[in-house]
């Protein structure tokens, strides 16, 4: 819409092309051809949406297990190295790309904070093989931990939690909820054993799996060994994913 200005002038937008004043000038501009976007019909703007869907309930999740010790930035960088993953695989038309039909094991050593790593505290390799389609064997080498924890000044004891998350579906109801186990071990202990334990999981339809390996510190309260409080915060919580499928 267009109109005479008292100078008998036009301002405004004639046809294709529209007309302003800039510094005591008329000037036409012509104008971009409006384009509409269908979102349904948009291929990688559904997958994108999907994938980063699937991410906020893997980030719910792993929030609720660690008790929101966990960077801010979570979500945005998991959902991007996700991407990367999928992106990479050129031999699937990009609209049957899926986390629940693809490999996402370069998700392995995906650090849950980056304010503190998981690889630069505790430094034995944890081991994940599948067993079968319902049964993944998680494997903690022996370790002796003055040697391989860097363990934060003043703090004692430690506590190594593996957690696998599986999803199903982006809805919560078909997400299993998250399997746990824990080893206990001091800084002065001399040698802890290997441990292996099997991840059940109960259903084997295609889905989305991780294990995330964390490992919490604890310092006595005044010195007394037996009060002990947790050291973690939000700053610092080292976890890794250790598994990905």
């Given at each position: 819409?267009?109109k005479?200005?008292?100078?008998?002038?036009?301002?405004?937008?004639?046809?294709?092309?529209?007309?302003?004043t800039?510094?005591?000038k008329?000037?036409?501009?012509?104008?971009?051809?409006?384009t509409?976007?269908?979102?349904?019909?948009n291929?990688?703007?559904?997958f994108?949406?999907k994938?980063?869907?699937?991410m906020?309930?893997?980030?719910?999740?792993?929030?609720?297990?660690?008790d929101?010790?966990?960077?801010s930035?979570?979500?945005?960088?998991l959902?991007?190295k996700?991407l990367?993953?999928?992106?990479?695989?050129?031999?699937?038309?990009?609209?049957e790309?899926?986390v629940?039909?693809?490999d996402?094991?370069?998700?392995?050593?995906?650090e849950?904070?980056?304010?503190?790593?998981?690889?630069d505290?505790?430094?034995?390799p944890v081991?994940v093989?599948r067993?079968?389609?319902?049964?993944?064997?998680?494997?903690?080498?022996g370790?002796?931990?003055?040697?391989?924890?860097?363990?934060?000044n003043?703090?004692?004891?430690?506590?190594?939690?593996?957690t696998?998350?599986?999803i199903?579906s982006?809805?919560?109801?078909?997400?299993?909820?998250?399997?746990e186990?824990s080893?206990?071990?001091?800084?002065g202990?001399?040698f802890?054993?290997e441990?292996?334990?099997?991840?059940n999981?109960l259903?084997?339809?295609?889905?989305?799996e991780?294990?995330?390996?964390?490992?919490q510190?604890?310092?006595?309260?005044?010195?007394v060994?037996?009060r002990l409080?947790?050291y973690?915060s939000?700053v610092?919580?080292p976890s890794?994913?250790v598994?990905?499928?």
């Amino acid at each position: 819409m267009a109109k005479f200005t008292e100078s008998k002038g036009i301002l405004g937008m004639v046809g294709p092309v529209y007309v302003r004043t800039f510094r005591g000038k008329k000037i036409m501009q012509s104008r971009p051809q409006r384009t509409s976007s269908d979102k349904e019909k948009n291929i990688s703007a559904n997958f994108m949406r999907k994938v980063s869907l699937v991410m906020s309930v893997l980030k719910r999740k792993l929030v609720q297990q660690m008790d929101r010790r966990l960077d801010s930035y979570l979500q945005p960088r998991l959902t991007g190295k996700v991407l990367q993953i999928l992106y990479k695989e050129k031999q699937v038309p990009l609209a049957e790309r899926s986390v629940f039909s693809l490999d996402c094991s370069g998700l392995v050593g995906f650090e849950c904070n980056s304010n503190t790593l998981f690889k630069d505290t505790f430094h034995v390799p944890v081991v994940v093989n599948r067993e079968s389609v319902t049964s993944l064997r998680v494997t903690i080498p022996g370790f002796i931990p003055r040697e391989q924890v860097i363990f934060p000044n003043g703090c004692i004891e430690a506590v190594l939690r593996l957690t696998t998350v599986t999803i199903h579906s982006p809805q919560d109801e078909l997400t299993e909820p998250p399997r746990e186990f824990s080893i206990c071990f001091r800084l002065g202990d001399s040698f802890v054993e290997e441990v292996s334990k099997d991840c059940n999981s109960l259903l084997e339809q295609e889905k989305f799996e991780v294990v995330v390996a964390d490992i919490q510190f604890f310092y006595p309260i005044k010195s007394v060994p037996q009060r002990l409080s947790l050291y973690n915060s939000k700053v610092y919580n080292p976890s890794m994913m250790v598994y990905a499928k």
